[in-house]
């Protein structure tokens, strides 16, 4: 059954800035997802998904995947076009061009790290990811309790905080919902690539919550 949701607004993970130093952050936030993204693809093609050993991944794209694909297709398909069009001014053919087949590894590469970072969970503890950027280290001594619930954050980002600084909680969303609820012995750091938060609880989407919650009880001590 889906809670409603959460009284508290979500939040952004990230500084609240503004002017020169909203830029810098931005700027420094695009090349960090563009160099996730090539590793993704290279992670793809040498077949090494980002699973740490005896540990089990899980897909959580499985909402968004179908429409990432047709983003990769559409984006490879107006390559050519471009290059018929534009063939007769080599002026604009290139740069479009270009422009184009960065299209398509921006895209290809946001897919994939969806791909080769599944969530995990082993014998260490669990491992949350969110595309190719971001990877939380969660080891069973900080972990209370796991537990599906089926939570609605409608138009929150795919990362977002709720809850006030002393109760607060990460959540990682697919298509607005989480399903699985991590309870974390005590208020502890994270780092992420937006910002380092101070969390309770960490609360995520998984395709298979029962399969997951099954590893858990397979590893959890």
Same mark, same amino acid.
């Given at each position: 059954?889906?809670?409603?949701?959460?009284?508290?607004?979500?939040?952004?993970?990230?500084?609240?800035?503004?002017?020169?130093?909203?830029?810098?952050?931005?700027?420094?936030?695009?090349?960090?997802?563009?160099?996730?993204?090539?590793?993704?693809?290279?992670?793809?093609?040498? +077949? &090494?998904? #980002?699973?740490? *050993? @005896?540990?089990?991944?899980? /897909?959580?794209? $499985?909402?968004?995947?179908?429409?990432?694909?047709?983003?990769?297709?559409?984006?490879?398909?107006?390559?050519?076009?471009?290059?018929?069009?534009?063939?007769?001014?080599?002026?604009?053919?290139?740069?479009?061009?270009?422009?184009?087949?960065?299209?398509?590894?921006?895209?290809?590469?946001?897919?994939?790290?969806?791909?080769?970072?599944?969530?995990?969970?082993?014998?260490?503890?669990?491992?949350?990811?969110?595309?190719?950027?971001?990877?939380?280290?969660?080891?069973?001594?900080?972990?209370?309790?796991?537990? +599906? &619930?089926? #939570?609605?954050? *409608? @138009?929150?980002?795919?990362? /977002?905080?709720? $809850?006030?600084?002393?109760?607060?909680?990460?959540?990682?969303?697919?298509?607005?919902?989480?399903?699985?609820?991590?309870?974390?012995?005590?208020?502890?750091?994270?780092?992420?690539?937006?910002?380092?938060?101070?969390?309770?609880?960490?609360?995520?989407?998984?395709?298979?919550?029962?399969?997951?919650?099954?590893?858990?009880?397979?590893?959890?001590?």
């Amino acid at each position: 059954m889906t809670s409603p949701s959460l009284a508290a607004p979500p939040r952004k993970v990230g500084p609240a800035l503004t002017g020169a130093a909203r830029r810098a952050y931005l700027v420094r936030r695009g090349i960090a997802a563009e160099a996730a993204g090539w590793r993704s693809i290279g992670r793809y093609l040498a +077949r &090494r998904p #980002r699973v740490p *050993t @005896g540990s089990e991944g899980f /897909s959580y794209d $499985g909402p968004i995947r179908t429409v990432l694909v047709v983003f990769v297709v559409l984006s490879a398909v107006e390559v050519p076009v471009i290059d018929l069009l534009t063939r007769p001014w080599p002026a604009v053919r290139y740069p479009l061009l270009a422009l184009g087949l960065w299209g398509v590894a921006t895209m290809l590469g946001m897919l994939l790290g969806y791909r080769t970072r599944p969530h995990a969970v082993g014998p260490a503890g669990i491992r949350v990811r969110s595309g190719g950027e971001v990877d939380i280290d969660l080891p069973w001594e900080l972990v209370a309790s796991v537990s +599906r &619930r089926r #939570r609605s954050l *409608t @138009g929150a980002p795919t990362l /977002s905080l709720t $809850g006030a600084d002393e109760d607060q909680v990460l959540n990682h969303l697919m298509q607005d919902f989480t399903d699985i609820d991590i309870a974390l012995e005590g208020l502890t750091g994270l780092r992420l690539p937006q910002g380092d938060v101070v969390v309770r609880e960490v609360r995520i989407s998984v395709d298979d919550p029962e399969a997951f919650l099954a590893a858990v009880r397979r590893h959890m001590p």
